[in-house]
């Protein structure tokens, strides 16, 4: 079945760039996803791109998607301690539920 | 804004006892999920509902059951609630099965 792999782990110092890494095994996925969960809270979606995009920016947030290599990844520019929180990728291939990694933990240091 | 909400936040039962987690969505979407989400294992799909009576098992649905009797609502039903089920319950909705989906706040349910 489809499967998506994150990295568990990442520290940044403040104001320091985050790049969070996603790579999925489905070559028909449609969207991909990614989805912010602070502690104690649900997963609050941040931003998609659709497969036949390279990139999205939306403000401090840059998406890359390699579909190639089936590497997506999240950029954060100027990351902020309000930013730690656990990032979750998703796939989506038009006939089945989301699938979802199993999180990468960001730990953002003052 | 979609808006998805669960019953309770934190929710304390003992082993044996029956337990429902409702989650209510206010934006007509056909599609309602339940996860359950443990360290180190990320989501797991427990069941999900495309339609009012309509049902789908998940990746892990033994020892639960769900009901739909109305579309903004999906309950989450533990028949004899076990150890083993104490975790952190996700509900979510969406437009359809493959769009993006908007979660509830979670309901953290420890079972003693």
């Known amino acids: 079945g489809e499967d998506v792999e994150q990295s568990l782990f990442l520290s940044v110092r403040e104001g320091d760039s985050s790049v969070i890494n996603c790579t999925y095994t489905?070559?028909?996925?449609?969207?991909l996803y990614w989805y912010k969960q602070e502690p104690g809270a649900g997963l609050q979606l941040l931003t998609y791109?659709?497969?036949?995009?390279d990139m999205k920016q939306d403000q401090r947030l840059t998406v890359l998607l390699n579909k190639k290599d089936k590497h997506l990844s999240l950029r954060i520019a100027d990351t902020q301690t309000g930013d730690s929180a656990i990032y979750f990728c998703?796939?989506?291939?038009?006939?089945?539920?989301?699938?979802f990694g199993k999180g990468t933990m960001l730990l953002v240091s003052p | 804004d979609v808006k998805v909400t669960q019953s309770s936040r934190y929710l304390v039962k003992r082993t044996g006892e029956k337990v429902f987690l409702e989650c209510v969505q206010d934006?007509?979407?056909?599609?309602m999920f339940w996860y359950r989400q443990d360290p180190g294992l990320g989501l797991r799909l427990i069941y999900f509902?495309?339609?009012?009576?309509?049902?789908e098992k998940g990746d892990i649905p033994e020892g639960y059951s769900v009901s739909r009797e109305k579309k903004e609502r999906f309950s989450l039903i533990l028949e004899s609630a076990s150890t083993n089920q104490t975790s952190m319950y996700l509900c979510?909705?969406?437009?359809?099965?493959?769009?993006?989906?908007?979660f509830g706040p979670g309901t953290r349910l420890t079972v003693t």
């Open positions: 979510a909705s969406s437009l359809s099965t493959d769009y993006e989906q908007y």
């Open positions: 489905d070559s028909s996925s449609t969207y």
């Open positions: 791109i659709f497969s036949n995009m």
């Open positions: 998703a796939e989506s291939s038009g006939y089945s539920t989301l699938t």
């Open positions: 934006m007509d979407h056909e599609n």
């Open positions: 509902s495309y339609d009012v009576k309509m049902k």
